[in-house]
């Protein structure tokens, strides 16, 4: 399944909450389900042209209820 997030809007401002540099943003997950405990593999990655980004330098994931 892939989920897209957008993190800034048409006129390129952030969406999500911030504190300091640390942005926030939540996505549903919608229809993925998870089934029970277990290994799981999370890809993460942009649609931007550029291959770095300059200002990103970390990606977390939590998963909640």
Known sequence: DTLALSLADNEG???GSAWGSLRQSS???????????G???FKVSHGMKDEVLPGIRDVGV???K
């Open 13 to 15: 401002n952030w969406k």
């Open 27 to 37: 996505l549903p997950l919608g229809k993925v389900s998870i089934k029970g405990s």
């Open 62 to 64: 939590s998963l909640s």
């Open 39 to 41: 290994n799981y593999l």
